[in-house]
């Protein structure tokens, strides 16, 4: 049977793909699991340059498998509680957490349904490529979820918590051009120029000083839980460790060469 959750990894470029497109690659329980499985897998490797994640067919994901959600419904509160605490904490939790501590830039390539756990995702991604076509909502006030996947930790720091609010209780649809006005999305281009739009982001971070990249995800990651002058700080050392690399030397070379620089990580 083919795995809900496809990872490839080449030249240091992982693509995960979600892999259920008859679904709209809707999340399962079984895909919670391989999903969970793909990030531990990454979190692992220590060759990655850039992990890009997208979704089969014509949808990026839809949300929740409502299928099976309603095979939960015979069970008591107290047995579907545990079920359901488990299964976020084991599976989704664990890949959120992951893909935040990759040391690499993830991106999501998003088309079509960015929906639910969907859009968590997206919003935990470092950057995200939208295509034209695509449309964005919280979903889980629609069957009485109070969501998951960190969107109420996401949400309210790229938009605000007032919109955040509106967009999480009232789960309003809202297209591509809104995304992109919102900070949901990074840029949004013709669906017919998605790959080409992620393969140039792609290859831009191939190319850049990998350790650099780490440093910084690890300050932007940190940020919201510092003060100022705990966050200069770890400014500071980063900064220093930095400085300490060879990708430092070729990038001052460079300038002083007028030529592009050669990282090499």
Not at 244 to 256: H, K, L, Q, T, W
């Amino acid at each position: 049977m083919t795995s809900p959750v496809l990872l490839n990894v080449t030249d240091g470029v992982a693509t995960l793909t979600l892999n259920r497109p008859n679904a709209l690659n809707a999340l399962s329980f079984e895909m919670m699991e391989a999903l969970s499985a793909a990030t531990l897998q990454l979190i692992r490797r220590d060759d990655l340059r850039v992990v890009v994640i997208e979704g089969a067919g014509d949808h990026f994901m839809a949300g929740g498998d409502l299928k099976d959600f309603a095979s939960q419904l015979h069970l008591s509160p107290e047995s579907r509680m545990a079920t359901f605490r488990a299964t976020i904490e084991q599976h989704v939790n664990r890949s959120v957490e992951a893909f935040a501590a990759l040391r690499v830039p993830v991106i999501a390539r998003v088309h079509g349904a960015c929906a639910g756990y969907g859009l968590s995702m997206a919003l935990g991604c470092d950057m995200v490529v939208a295509a034209d076509n695509a449309y964005f909502t919280t979903a889980y006030s629609s069957i009485a979820l109070s969501g998951d996947g960190g969107v109420s930790w996401f949400l309210p720091r790229i938009v605000g918590r007032h919109k955040a609010f509106e967009l999480l209780l009232l789960a309003d649809r809202f297209n591509a051009d809104e995304a992109l006005r919102l900070g949901v999305a990074n840029k949004v281009v013709p669906l017919a120029e998605l790959d080409a739009a992620v393969a140039a982001l792609v290859g831009r971070f191939v190319r850049g000083p990998r350790e650099t990249y780490a440093e910084m995800k690890r300050l932007l990651n940190q940020s919201p839980d510092q003060s100022l002058d705990a966050q200069l700080q770890l400014e500071a050392e980063a900064f220093a460790r930095s400085a300490a690399r060879p990708d430092f030397d070729e990038g001052v070379n460079a300038f002083f060469a007028k030529r592009k620089p050669s990282f090499n990580g």
